[in-house]
């Protein structure tokens, strides 16, 4: 019914019976540190998550969470004093 099943507990014996190098594991777990380490510092300032949009009913606000600059827009509704909107809300902040 299963071929090959007659031959697992061999192939099970031979993987247990495996010696591992602890140097060369060692080694190979520092490499992968360096690695990360090495990708992590080069990641760009510019990453995912630098700017916030956020508000509630008539006023935005979009923040640069690296410079805390703040941009403002406000829909203004009818009756109600407008609060003031940034000419450059709209324009790429990049």
Known sequence: ???????????????????????????????????????????????VGRYHFGGAGPQYFLVDTSTGQVWTYDTQQAGVPRRGTDPNFFEPKM
Do not use: E
């Open 1 to 47: 019914m299963f071929r090959g099943i007659s031959k697992l507990p061999a192939v099970i014996f031979k993987i247990m019976n495996t010696k591992i190098d602890l140097k060369s594991s060692l080694c190979g777990l520092g490499i992968g540190v360096l690695a990360t380490f090495a990708i992590g510092a080069a990641t760009s300032p510019n990453s």
